[in-house]
């Protein structure tokens, strides 16, 4: 019990740095990704995969990051929110759009949302809003009632669609 | 006057303030989101601190029970563990916490962890530091507590029957507060009334807002300075201060708060005083930081809940023509294991004794207990939405038992717009408002009359359509005298916010303010006001994020919670700004060699108004200040510093404690929320169709972010409705103690929410803004009113805030039981 | 909380009653059980670990058979710890003729104490059956070497 039990190497790319880690069996990847990686914006909100607040991309798919050990991660591609926007200041489409139409309050969800957001609109340029109320299930926010993170969605599609067109 | 450290305090009240406009009124997106998108906002679970060891509570898993022994040698014994502390240890290391309850539950002694006893499910009972937080966790396993498990009691009326087992010996029972209050005269309206409506029991549920980040600190007390450091995301820190203070022997000024962003707070994270204190007694004992991050179960057994509140024998006296005089009940409100913040819900809740209507007559007769459950905590809409939930229900049942049209006898008994400011039974003076209009706009909203339709035709269909009415008020900008009703010998009084505005070294315009947002935009409306009265852009003003008692300044109230920010907050901002203003003029003036009424600031320059070319920018002023300032005039260099700091005071007295009577809140946002559901005859479902809330909250300063405010507590007031309680067991166990089971709303359980919105600018405040941002729980009536509205002749009346789908099928079917219906109707 | 059920197993009562009134039988019967020692013929302690999402958890148990009519009738009573969570579970199982088979009817009470009250509530029942069938189904399985003991 003073141990932490096996450790393993895990080979893995996180926002298009590769990884090679040595890792404890048990640690989920939302500590390595907070604690090991130091990546700060994944958040965690609750015990039991409910709320989102630990959503990331793994190999395409948004995933709840602790819903998953850091091994079960070995040969994947993770992205973070810090992989949206130019460097340190810049905010991609997604992220302007919950800006101009305040998706936002605390910030806590917001991570994980606009990475919802992302994957969505990645597999449904068009979302109606009762498809993109079904894809936020799986994100709770406490702060806005959920109002204004469907218009940004609904935005930043537009944006999109403009954009392509 | 000025200080010796070169800051100029102000105090009192503003002036409104004519030069708002440029920049207050607009929808400025908000400067905090560039980082909050990014995953650059750093949460207290986001900071560290070299040597730093983790925290894990051990916790009671009894509802009550005396702890026999605690044995950590175990859990000490392994390699990586720093400390431990048992409540046996806490016992010593603190006094108990001041209580705010008079005698006997002011005798009550609480501490931070449980000593000797435990009394809630949850409750810390020990904690362990180790190196890492899975090792804390694995060690506590390791920590042997022997309990002896005591009877439970969990109903918060029977608690203070003689054979229910009592949770605090010192003070002989589970009453922690009783008062009557009474105003006009309730025996004669009950006995000159037409009709008298009677009511057995309505139940406002237990809930909380669970911010979507939990409780958490990183504590440092350092033995060299003797300063404990509190990095965590209360936010009533200087509450905490002044609790945690006297507690642990330290002074305020031996006491650093700070934090940044806030995942949340809806006055849950108010009391974590008590976790503060327990790390901060740890920390000395390890001589090492400690981090705690509270995990979701903890959160929702052992952080704090909303107030319950069960109310019996209501009685209403009604005239023929729909007045409604008043009512009269017994309220009882189980405020859990421990008191914290309580007992000031009961007093808090007089802030609206009417609600939105004229009535006269009042009798509360106002019971506060104590159970085996989590301790309440000051939850959005704090003791207010039990009591304006009650009101609600007796309108809609008066309304439905007498024939009257719901709508109809709202406008009748609704405060009138002309009769504001109105003064109600208690002395309190609603500012502005105009209920009869939202309520218009409301029905409007949800296409009234095609909701109607669409309910006859859906008769036989096997889902019956209900259209819900519900007004409230969110009362904001307290005065703290009221706590004077509930125990006359509190030292409190009145409100403040402090601000502190100044240029910086080169002119960069800094605002610092005492408040610790969690969402609420502050950085931004503090930038916007600044800027207008600076006459700049709010791209040039920086507000200092978060809290920082060290850099930022402070009084005794500061903090973020209550609805209050656009008055108090503002208004300090408003009055720093304008006092730096006038010294700005006054130098520029100076350096420009004319009168200060020639002076005219814009975009970060001072100049001529006459001569818009000979400017001087602020730089110029903040240099000529601060590095160069031989070149003035001796007398004017010794009124000036750039560094004015302003507190607001609203203008309130000490209420009185013989009478219950007082000003005790300055403004008064409303609201008037209107739904149209659907009720699935076979399984009770409930699904909201279309939902409407109308807002008046004076003037906005930022009209996006009071939006987002309103869509927020509406999503709170229909998860609370529909989808979140707390269900306590027979033992005190917490059913759902996990976000599994405790259905935190999501983004298909809250319909789309139609806004609208009526502007009644408060006369009170410096800007014309009313405070807002808990709302008045709305939803929660509204949508009780709908469901009361769909279901068939005869069913027992909605007696519950909380209505799941198990709750409406037991309504739908009893009108066909033709039991009791909850309700009686005696009329002359 | 209260769970029962019901089983109709292809033995003999006798056979099943080898497993159910003997510590050793019974423990190894019951399915992620790991046996610790064995007190006297009524009393044993033993370790559970059931599945949860990602791993296991372990739950320390001490078992005693209370009550027993050999062939027809046996209370078990058992409590136990998983870290801070509290467990306390009293099963009584009766058994009856069925032709060859035998009907077994049981009845379980079960307080649990902890955050384990909110995360088993829904999946206790499940365990609990899968525990008592996996008891039976043991006792269905004995060889003619085994009976009898």
């Known amino acids: ?165 | 006057m000025s200080t010796p450290s070169g800051e100029t305090t102000y105090y009192g009240e503003v002036e409104q303030s004519e030069r708002l406009g440029a920049w207050s009124g607009k929808s400025v997106p908000r400067k905090e989101d560039k980082r909050l998108l990014k995953g650059q906002g750093a949460f207290v679970d986001d900071l560290w601190m070299h040597r730093q060891g983790h925290v894990h509570f051990v916790r009671s898993p009894h509802a009550h029970a005396r702890i026999i022994s605690i044995e950590v040698s175990r859990a000490e014994a392994v390699p990586g563990v720093y400390a431990t502390l048992t409540g046996e240890e806490v016992g010593e290391l603190q006094q108990p916490f001041f209580q705010m309850a008079p005698e006997p539950a002011g005798l009550m002694r609480d501490y931070c962890m449980a000593v000797g006893k435990a009394r809630y499910m949850g409750e810390p009972v020990a904690a362990v530091l180790a190196e890492s937080a899975e090792l804390a966790r694995d060690a506590a396993a390791l920590i042997e507590v022997v309990y002896e498990p005591l009877e439970v009691i969990v109903d918060g009326i029977a608690t203070i029957e003689r054979q229910a087992p009592v949770l605090h010996e010192e003070i002989g029972s589970n009453v922690a507060w009783h008062g009557v209050y009474d105003y006009g005269d309730v025996d004669w309206a009950l006995e000159h009334a037409d009709h008298v409506v009677r009511i057995d029991r309505l139940h406002f549920h237990r809930f909380s807002s669970t911010p979507l980040e939990t409780t958490g600190a990183l504590v440092n007390w350092d033995p060299g300075t003797g300063v404990v450091e509190f990095r965590s995301n209360n936010q009533m820190p200087m509450f905490a201060a002044m609790f945690i203070g006297p507690a642990i022997g330290l002074g305020i000024d031996h006491m650093q708060f700070s934090s940044q962003d806030i995942g949340g707070g809806f006055g849950i994270k108010i009391t974590s005083y008590t976790y503060l204190t327990a790390l901060a007694l740890l920390s000395r004992k390890a001589g090492r930081p400690v981090k705690w991050s509270e995990s979701r179960w903890e959160h929702l057994a052992a952080s704090a809940h909303g107030n319950e509140r069960t109310f019996l024998d209501i009685e209403v006296p009604v005239m023929s023509d729909g007045t409604i005089l008043g009512f009269k009940v017994r309220a009882f409100d189980d405020a859990g294991a421990y008191l914290r913040y309580e007992p000031l819900g009961a007093v808090i809740w007089s802030q609206v004794v009417p609600g939105n209507y004229r009535f006269k007559h009042i009798r509360v007769d106002y019971t506060e207990t104590l159970t085996n459950k989590c301790p309440v905590g000051p939850n959005r809409g704090y003791s207010r939405l039990q009591h304006l939930w009650l009101i609600e229900r007796i309108v809609d049942i008066v309304a439905k038992e007498l024939g009257f049209d719901r709508v109809a006898l709202r406008k009748l008994n609704y405060v009138q717009p002309e009769e504001f400011p109105y003064e109600t039974p208690n002395g309190c003076v609603y500012d502005s408002g105009d209920y009869p209009a939202m309520l218009e706009q409301a029905l409007e909203l949800i296409d009234y009359e095609g909701a109607r339709a669409r309910q006859l035709a859906g008769a036989g269909s096997g889902k019956r359509i209900g259209i819900g009415i519900g007004s409230t008020l969110d009362s904001g900008t307290n005065n703290f005298g009221q706590s004077r009703i509930i125990n006359s010998a509190l030292p409190f009084s009145g409100n403040g916010e402090a601000a502190v505005v100044r240029l910086d070294l080169y002119g960069e315009i800094t605002v610092t303010i005492g408040t610790s947002p969690q969402g609420q935009g502050h950085e931004t409306t503090a930038a916007q006001v600044t800027a207008d009265i600076l006459g700049c852009s709010p791209d040039l003003v920086h507000v200092v994020a978060g809290y920082n008692k060290a850099a930022n300044t402070y009084v005794g109230f500061s903090g973020t919670y209550a609805s209050q920010f656009a008055v108090t907050g503002l208004g300090a901002v408003m009055g720093a700004a304008e006092r730096l203003r006038g010294e700005i003029v006054k130098v520029g003036a100076c350096m420009l060699g004319a009168e200060e009424s020639d002076i005219e600031l814009a975009d970060g320059f001072v100049r001529l108004a006459a001569n818009p070319e000979a400017a001087i920018p602020f730089i110029g002023i903040a240099a000529t200040v601060f590095a160069n300032v031989a070149e003035l005039p001796g007398e004017l260099a010794d009124s000036v510093t750039l560094n004015c700091r302003y507190v607001y005071r609203p203008p309130f007295t000490v209420p009185d404690h013989e009478t219950k009577r007082g000003k005790l809140t300055l403004t008064y946002a409303s609201q008037v929320h209107a739904a149209v559901v659907e009720l699935d005859e076979e399984t009770g479902q409930v699904t909201i169709l279309d939902y409407a809330a109308v807002d008046e909250c004076g003037r906005k300063v930022n009209p996006k972010i009071v939006e987002g405010q309103v869509h927020g507590a509406t999503g709170h007031g229909i998860g609370a409705a529909l989808y979140e309680t707390f269900e306590y067991d027979s033992d005190g166990q917490l059913l759902n103690s996990t976000f599994g089971d405790y259905h935190a709303a999501t983004s298909l359980d809250v319909p789309h929410i139609a806004t609208g919105e009526v502007e009644c600018p408060s006369p009170f405040t410096p800007n014309g803004a009313k405070g807002m941002g808990e709302g008045g729980g709305a939803p929660l009536s509204t949508i009780a009113s709908a469901i009361e509205d769909a279901l068939p002749p005869g069913a027992h009346v909605v007696y519950d805030s909380h209505n799941n789908a198990e709750r409406v099928y037991e309504l739908l079917r009893s009108a066909a039981a033709a039991g009791p219906r909850g309700v009686e109707v005696i009329s002359r | 909380m209260i769970v029962s059920g019901q089983a109709s197993v292809p033995a003999p009562r006798e056979q099943l009653w080898a497993v159910l009134s003997d510590p050793a039988a019974l423990a190894q019967a019951l399915p992620r059980v790991d046996l610790v020692s064995i007190e006297d013929g009524h009393r044993f302690s033993a370790v559970a670990r059931p599945v949860t999402a990602l791993g296991e958890t372990s739950v320390a148990l001490d078992f005693e058979i209370v009550e027993q009519r050999p062939g027809e009738y046996v209370r078990i009573v058992a409590s136990g710890r998983s870290g801070e969570n509290l467990l306390a579970l009293s099963i009584a199982l009766e058994l009856a003729d069925d032709g060859e088979r035998t009907a077994a009817s049981w009845r379980a009470e079960i307080a649990l104490r902890g955050v384990l009250s909110s995360l088993l509530q829904r999946g206790i029942g499940e365990l609990l059956r899968d525990q008592v069938e996996s008891v039976l189904a043991a006792g269905a399985a004995l060889s003619g070497a085994d009976r009898g003991r």
């Open chain 1, 1 to 165: 019990m003073a141990t932490e039990g096996a450790v393993h190497m895990v080979d893995l790319k996180v926002n298009g740095v590769a990884h090679s880690v040595a890792v404890p069996a048990r640690r989920l990847l939302v500590h390595f990704i907070r604690e090991t990686l130091g990546l700060r914006g994944t958040h965690i909100g609750c015990d039991t995969g409910n709320c989102g607040a630990c959503s990331v991309i793994c190999d395409g798919q948004l995933i709840k990051s602790c819903m998953m050990l850091a091994v079960g991660a070995d040969g994947c591609e993770i992205e973070t929110i810090e992989s949206l926007g130019e460097g340190a200041d810049g905010l991609d489409p997604i992220q302007e759009a919950f800006r101009e139409h305040h998706g936002l309050q605390c910030g806590y969800c917001t991570p994980g949302i606009v990475l919802n957001a992302k994957t969505l609109l990645a597999e449904n340029p068009h979302p109606t809003e009762a498809e993109i109320r079904r894809a936020l299930k799986g994100n709770i926010c406490r702060c806005t009632g959920y109002v204004n993170i469907v218009r940004s969605i609904e935005a930043a599609a537009e944006a999109q669609g403009s954009v392509r067109a």
